[in-house]
């Protein structure tokens, strides 16, 4: 397993941008797929976007496609989302995900977590 640590939430006006970042660590890292997931007060958890080890893949939810972008640097050990034109229903707890089988990115079964990063848009 990966451990994980989220980083680069806050509060933010609607329409503005923040990157969220998620450090891995583990020399394994490039061999994972990687995920974010989001849980709003109330919700369950939902997916937002994931990326295949080598990065040619992503995936992401409808309600974030065209907004949000999933990169990964595996020299770094580190997944990013960049989210732009936020709206005051993406304020959410946003988790990083991590699993070394390939499927995670179409079933959303991912083994390790994060302890999330608290994301905030005002109106």
């Known amino acids: 397993q990966v451990q994980l640590v989220e980083s680069g939430g806050g509060l933010v006006q609607a329409g503005g941008s923040l990157r969220l970042s998620c450090a891995a660590s583990?020399?394994?890292?490039?061999?994972?797929?990687m995920g974010w997931f989001r849980q709003a007060p109330g919700k369950e958890r939902e997916f937002v976007a994931a990326?295949?080890?080598?990065?040619?893949?992503?995936y992401y939810a409808d309600s974030v496609k065209g907004r949000f972008t999933i990169s990964r640097d595996n020299a770094k050990n580190t997944v990013y989302l960049q989210m732009n034109s936020l709206k005051p229903e993406d304020t959410a707890v946003y988790y990083c995900?991590?699993?070394?089988?390939?499927?995670?990115?179409?079933?959303?079964?991912?083994?390790?977590w994060g302890q999330g990063t608290q994301v905030t848009v005002s109106s």
């Open positions: 995900a991590a699993d070394p089988d390939p499927g995670v990115v179409v079933d959303g079964d991912f083994g390790s």
């Open positions: 990326i295949s080890w080598s990065g040619g893949s992503t």
């Open positions: 583990g020399r394994t890292f490039s061999s994972y797929a």
